[in-house]
């Protein structure tokens, strides 16, 4: 960033230059730059308009959509010089297109504020990088499924308190986040709908004098519609604080799966191994592969909830309309997009690189008596009452607990010390796959149900 001797745009009425250090607080171009080519958008539409009502000419259109197809190449080439005088990045650019087309440029801000400028330009930003967001939640979607069919007949031991609860099939566990981001898709759609209104119109606060066409600018820009006040236009921020929300239930979700990633590969458990480039290793202890990548998650899940708070605390106390505490919207909103994207990309990458240890989820389902809850069921379709069904089943697995073994290893005669109901059948119902197989029906953790439910997937996201 450069720093030159001009004077603010809007110094006219000042008897004094501000301070260098207010100069860099109160700028914003440090970070808004990344704003440019929304920016450039938005002028360009706001340009159309204002010629197409005749209040500028259409020589003033033309010379201003030479001069920012220019200012937009030397962006894209990194040759344009934003300078820290210029306070942030509208001033720069219409500073760089009056330079390049004289008159043209200067009347470009006719009927316009930064305060609506800016609503817009973020706006934009945000609608841009939903849609991107979207596209990387399907694909770990995808991810999701691809796995979670390899893996639809191997059984893990369900947890609920991360104690051994139920047999569940790991393609099931999978399609428990497939759920979760549908919904957190869902969200960011229904979120987009809010973001995608046009501000341009309310100026800096009241509306313009001016005879424009909204409704045009809308159009030309791909808005749905129009912000039906000028005041809530240029001041609100909630549409980035629900996209941050969005964000934090996506990182709370993954930062979940990022828990059992790392459980999952430590070595008492044993049930998956990360593939070696989403790990590292000790710079002291040789032994070492850490899940440094879901750790990570994990932390930066922190981050985007700090950024949600971060964001709600800034809104919370400005009178309407447009204060410079708005500026202050942008920095977490770039980073929220910025790790979000991140990490839905390395989610993405990750998952298929998860190498899967049926053996160590069996011997970890086998030692639970995950059964137990089979047992009782099998004695309720008997006739004995469920609570009836509960108890002897406790006394069978203190039992069993006792003699060092699961329920399946006891004999049917010491089973039968606990309901005269018993019989030779209990063994089918006492097998890891007799229970995952009987708990048949949509939701449920059979393998055929994790198939159907594979397919309503693949066809939710379009094949
Ligand atoms: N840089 C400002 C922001 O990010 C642009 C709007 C400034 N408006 C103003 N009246 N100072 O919000």
């Given at each position: 960033m450069s720093n030159s001797a001009t004077p603010q745009l809007w110094s006219g009425r000042f008897n004094e230059p501000v301070s260098e250090r207010v100069k860099r607080y109160t700028a914003s171009i440090g970070f808004d730059y990344r704003l440019a080519e929304f920016d450039i958008l938005g002028s360009l539409a706001h340009a159309k308009m204002l010629t197409q009502q005749a209040i500028i000419s259409p020589q003033d259109l033309a010379d201003i959509e030479r001069g920012m197809s220019e200012i937009l190449a030397d962006i894209r080439a990194g040759k344009f010089e934003w300078l820290l005088d210029l306070e942030d990045v509208h001033l720069n650019i219409e500073k760089a297109l009056t330079a390049k087309v004289g008159d043209a440029g200067k009347r470009l801000h006719t009927g316009r504020s930064r305060n609506d400028q800016v609503a817009t330009d973020i706006r934009l930003y945000l609608r841009h990088n939903i849609d991107g967001i979207l596209q990387l939640i399907r694909a770990a979607q995808t991810a999701l499924l691809d796995l979670a069919e390899a893996n639809a007949e191997v059984v893990m031991p369900g947890f609920t308190h991360l104690q051994v609860a139920q047999p569940v099939s790991f393609g099931h566990h999978l399609l428990a986040y497939f759920e979760m981001l549908k919904r957190d898709a869902e969200r960011l759609a229904d979120c987009r709908s809010r973001v995608n209104?046009?501000?341009?119109?309310a100026a800096a606060l009241a509306g313009t004098s001016y005879p424009i066409d909204r409704e045009m600018v809308a159009r030309e820009l791909g808005f749905?519609?129009?912000?039906?006040?000028s005041l809530d236009a240029v001041s609100d921020r909630d549409f980035a604080i629900e996209f941050t929300a969005c964000a934090s239930l996506i990182m709370t979700h993954f930062s979940r799966m990022s828990e059992e990633l790392i459980l999952w590969m430590n070595p008492r458990f044993g049930f998956i191994d990360l593939a070696d480039r989403f790990c590292t290793g000790s710079s002291i202890m040789p032994q070492k592969k850490n899940p440094d990548v879901p750790e990570l998650i994990r932390g930066k899940t922190g981050r985007i909830n700090g950024h949600l708070v971060g964001l709600l605390t800034l809104m919370k106390g400005q009178p309407l309309a447009y204060n410079k505490d708005n500026q202050e919207d942008k920095e977490p909103l770039f980073d929220t997009v910025d790790t979000l994207i991140d990490t839905l990309a390395i989610v993405a990458e990750m998952l298929p690189g998860i190498r899967v240890k049926p053996e160590a989820m069996r011997r970890a389902a086998l030692q639970g008596y995950a059964t137990a809850t089979d047992l009782a069921d099998y004695l309720v379709k008997k006739g004995l009452p469920f609570r009836d069904a509960h108890e002897a089943v406790a006394l069978a697995v203190r039992h069993a607990e006792g003699k060092g073994c699961d329920l399946a290893d006891l004999p049917l005669a010491d089973l039968q010390q606990f309901s005269d109901l018993v019989a030779a059948d209990i063994y089918d119902v006492l097998s890891l796959e007799g229970s995952m197989n009987s708990?048949?029906?949509?939701?449920?953790?059979a393998p055929a149900q994790v198939r159907a439910a594979i397919a309503r997937g693949r066809a939710t996201l379009g094949g």
């Open positions: 209104r046009l501000p341009l119109g749905d519609g129009v912000c039906e006040n708990r048949n029906h949509i939701g449920g953790t």
